[in-house]
C-alpha cells in the first residue's frame, strides 16, 4: 500500500481539465510544501513536472499546475492534449524515517 | 545536459547479491544528493535510498533496510546501490535520480536515468 493515496485512474477529452489528486498526511503533504509530480509514458523514465506544489521547471507547459489544500495536493492539466496520456504519480518529504515517499499512481487516459 | 547512466542490472538468484552503478554527468556532482528509485514491471514508483552529496547521511525504505547499501565516488561522478539478500518481490526497474537542489534532499528528483533491470528467479 503506497503511503500517498492517488486515484488509480482519470480521463478526460482534448481540451478539457482534470485534477489529480493526492492525499497524505500531516507528516508528509500537510506538513511540508515539497510535493512533486512526475509524468511516466510506457517505457519511459519519469518526468518532472510540478515541485514544491506549484513550481514548474524549464521547459514544462504551462497548462500543468500545481496546488495544496491541507493533507491533499493536486496537479491540474488544462487544455488536455493527446500526448498527456500517461501515468502520473506524487512525491512527497515526509519527515518519518524514510524521507521520501510516492503516490500509488493515476493513469490518465485521453478520450 | 544532465545524463545518468545506470548499470549492472541482470538476472540473479533468490539470496544472491548484485551491485548498480550510475554514472552521472552534466552537472556537479558531489553538490547534489542521489536517490534510487524502482519500479516493478506494469506498477508504480518505490523510493529506496538516499545519500546526501558527501555520504555522511544514508536512508533507506523500510523494504531493503539492511539488506541494500548505497554508497557514491563523487571523484568518480558515481553512485551505487550493493544489494545483498536480493529476494523476488526485489525485482523491478531500477533508477538512479538527482535531487532537484544542492542542499538537503526534501524537493524531489529532477533528472532520471534509463533504469536498469534486477530479475531475482531461480
Known amino acids: 500500500q503506497s503511503a500517498l493515496t492517488q486515484p488509480a485512474s482519470v480521463s478526460g477529452s482534448p481540451g478539457q481539465s482534470i485534477t489529480i489528486s493526492c492525499t497524505g498526511t500531516s507528516s508528509d503533504v500537510g506538513g511540508y510544501n515539497f510535493v512533486s509530480w512526475y509524468q511516466q509514458h510506457p517505457g519511459k523514465a519519469p518526468k518532472l513536472m510540478i515541485y514544491d506544489v506549484t513550481k514548474r521547471p524549464s521547459g514544462v507547459s504551462n497548462r500543468f499546475s500545481g496546488s495544496k489544500s491541507g493533507n491533499t495536493a493536486s496537479l491540474t492539466i488544462s487544455g488536455l492534449q493527446a500526448e498527456d496520456e500517461a501515468d502520473y504519480y506524487c512525491?512527497?518529504?515526509?519527515?518519518?524515517?524514510?524521507?521520501?515517499?510516492f503516490g500509488g499512481g493515476t493513469k490518465l487516459t485521453v478520450l | 545536459e544532465v545524463q545518468l547512466v545506470e548499470s549492472g542490472g541482470v538476472v540473479v538468484q533468490p539470496g544472491g547479491s548484485l551491485r548498480l552503478s550510475c554514472a552521472a554527468s552534466?552537472?556537479?556532482?558531489?553538490?547534489?544528493?542521489m536517490h534510487w528509485v524502482r519500479q516493478v514491471p506494469g506498477k508504480g514508483l518505490e523510493w529506496v535510498s538516499l545519500i546526501s552529496w558527501d555520504g555522511d547521511s544514508t536512508y533507506y525504505a523500510d523494504s531493503v533496510k539492511g539488506r541494500f547499501t548505497i554508497s557514491r565516488d563523487n571523484n568518480k561522478s558515481s553512485l551505487y546501490l550493493q544489494m545483498n539478500s536480493l529476494r523476488p518481490e526485489d525485482t523491478a526497474f531500477y533508477y538512479c535520480?538527482?535531487?532537484?537542489?544542492?542542499?538537503?534532499?526534501?524537493?524531489?528528483?529532477?533528472?532520471w536515468g534509463q533504469g536498469t533491470l534486477v530479475t531475482v528467479s531461480s
Open positions: 535520480a538527482k535531487d532537484i537542489r544542492d542542499s538537503g534532499w526534501y524537493a524531489g528528483f529532477d533528472s
Open positions: 552534466g552537472f556537479i556532482f558531489d553538490d547534489y544528493t
Open positions: 512525491s512527497s518529504y515526509t519527515s518519518t524515517s524514510t524521507p521520501r515517499v
